[in-house]
């Protein structure tokens, strides 16, 4: 059986969570908008689940709109803050691409990163002006695992408020955060000091196409897919209690797990690194400020297509950087942020990490790189 070690991309849905979710798609199949018994007990299971998820990140139930999907959430984050209060959208060179291509649409500054992935504050502090209403930071980056400053941020935002308030300035200033790769760490919103926050089911072993986007009370947005009214009127559609299901149960189980996980991640994360650099391995991103379960890491000459090629052909599955860059055939922007050539960048593995990846995982990917290097 193969190494599968591109957990950043995709996990499977776990049997806890697709035992959960089979009733919904048979006897529980009712439209939960419908006014008779059947669809008002799935409306009220609609509630729960949504009072469930609001639970785990310290949040009230008013303020989880369920999307398909995080690249939905993002687009509503953003294109919902700037459709409601107008102004422009500041975010990182490192975001994901449902949040970089907004910028093609939006007035926007991009930040750039340091060469270790990670967003410079007083950078940030000079660029904000009176005509900015949103920043948008990734928690995680998904290509680099590097961990953002986002206490720092919202510190800064509050900080700016302030002075706002003082001067009359009566456009606000939110702050945006993607926690797709965060399962692993703290996602409580309040102590990461956020307005808005994107969770993606299909990163922690729920179900694709599923999501959730935090939106602090008080806040408007602009819809971005108008018909029914469901959601709160954020987003029409017939929910899919089948999904949102996966999606709570998933997000419960990752909370419970998130600790021990996060320590066991993070020692085969020490032994894979430690390995990888006696190979000549460059890795990549911040050696303090990581995720436990990404690796990217640069083998200089070496063409990293051919190398995910052949370590498929060795039984191990891994990923030269975003399954959505790759699928595009596009260079990363995040790896050419960090200062990497074209080149270079041609040259990246991402490793990622999940709960069936063991220490013998990690011994097979080295023999199979070691070999593939060395021949």
């Known amino acids: 059986m193969a190494v599968y070690l591109d957990y950043a991309a995709a996990t499977p849905v776990d049997k806890t969570v697709l035992a959960a979710m089979m009733p919904y798609y048979s006897e529980k199949f009712y439209n939960p ?4 018994l059947a669809a008002r007990e799935c409306r009220i299971e609609l509630e729960d689940f949504r009072a469930r998820t609001a639970k785990v990140i310290g949040a009230s139930r008013n303020e989880i709109v369920f999307c398909a999907g995080a690249s939905e959430a993002n687009n509503l984050a953003l294109n919902g803050v700037v459709g409601a209060y107008g102004g422009n959208v500041i975010s990182s060179a490192i975001e994901h691409d449902s949040v970089i291509k907004n910028h093609n649409l939006l007035p926007r500054q991009q930040l750039t990163v340091d060469k270790k ?21 990734a928690h995680i980056s998904n290509e680099l695992g590097v961990v953002q400053p986002l206490n ?17 300035v009566k456009l606000p200033l939110l702050l945006h955060t993607d926690a797709s790769q965060s399962l692993y760490l703290d996602v409580h919103v309040s102590r990461l000091g956020v307005d808005l926050m994107t969770i993606s089911g299909g990163k922690m072993y729920g179900p694709k196409q599923s999501a959730a986007l935090y939106v602090r009370a008080g806040i408007v ?21 089948a999904q949102i299901c996966g999606f709570t149960t998933a997000l419960e189980l990752a909370n419970k797990r998130a600790q021990l996980e996060n320590r066991r991640l993070s ?14 391995g460059q890795v990549l991103g911040h050696e303090k400020y990581h995720t436990p379960h990404i690796v990217s890491v640069r083998f200089s000459g070496f063409d990293n297509e051919r190398l995910v090629m052949e370590l ?40 990622s990490f999940g709960l069936m990846t063991t220490e013998e995982h990690i011994s097979q990917a080295i023999l199979a790189l070691t070999k593939i290097l060395r021949d």
């Open 117 to 137: 992935g990670r967003l410079n504050i007083t950078n940030l502090k000079s660029r904000i002006d009176d005509q900015v209403s949103l920043i948008s930071v």
């Open 33 to 36: 908008s419908a006014i008779y």
């Open 152 to 168: 720092a941020v919202s510190e800064l935002v509050a900080e700016v408020r302030k002075d706002r308030q003082k001067r009359g």
């Open 221 to 241: 947005l602009t819809p971005q897919i108008v018909g029914g009214g469901q959601e709160f009127g954020l987003r029409a559609g017939t929910e899919s209690l």
């Open 267 to 280: 020692d085969l994360r020490a032994i894979f690194v430690n390995n990888l650099e006696n190979l000549g």
């Open 312 to 351: 498929d052909e060795a039984g191990v599955q891994v990923a030269s950087g975003s399954a959505c860059k790759a699928s595009s055939g596009e260079s990363s922007t995040v790896l050419k942020a960090i200062g990497l050539s074209e080149k270079e960048a041609g040259e990246v593995l991402r490793f």
